[in-house]
């Protein structure tokens, strides 16, 4: 199953919401998110499906070692061009809004180099 923006989008928060508690639900994702139930049990069931996420008999999110491998990439992608933006005088709103447009598409390549950049010159 070929995941698409949504679907890294709904790890990472499973992602950054089990780094503040250990239990994360359904409900804390469409709070987190501003989703409604209904969709996302229908993502939650299709990540289950698709291998990324195990949900528990508590009704707790869990990644699998594949969810958590996207995850951790997409969240270190937001958090590095979210800094890079607003080292460059963005405004730290917009900044967050545009990396979270930005990470889903940006190139292993492409983000490689712009850490070892910013690594190198910030």
């Known amino acids: 199953m070929q995941l698409k923006e949504s679907g890294e989008m709904y790890l990472e928060t499973i ?5 503040k508690s250990n239990f994360v ?10 989703y409604s139930k209904p969709s996302v049990s229908r993502a939650v069931g299709l990540l289950k499906e698709g291998g990324y ?3 528990g008999a508590d009704g707790s999110l ?14 270190e992608r937001h958090t590095v061009l979210s800094e890079f ?10 900044a967050a809004a545009d990396a979270c447009k930005i990470e889903h598409v940006i190139s292993d390549e492409t ?11 910030m």
Do not use: H, P, W
């Open 85 to 94: 933006f607003e080292k460059l005088g963005v405004n730290a709103e917009t």
């Open 53 to 55: 996420i195990i949900v």
């Open 15 to 19: 992602y950054v919401l089990n780094q």
């Open 62 to 75: 869990n990644l699998t070692e594949l969810g958590k491998e996207i995850a951790t990439k997409t969240y």
């Open 25 to 34: 639900r359904s409900i804390d994702v469409c709070e987190e998110m501003g």
């Open 111 to 121: 983000f490689s180099k712009l850490k070892d950049y910013l690594k190198n010159k």
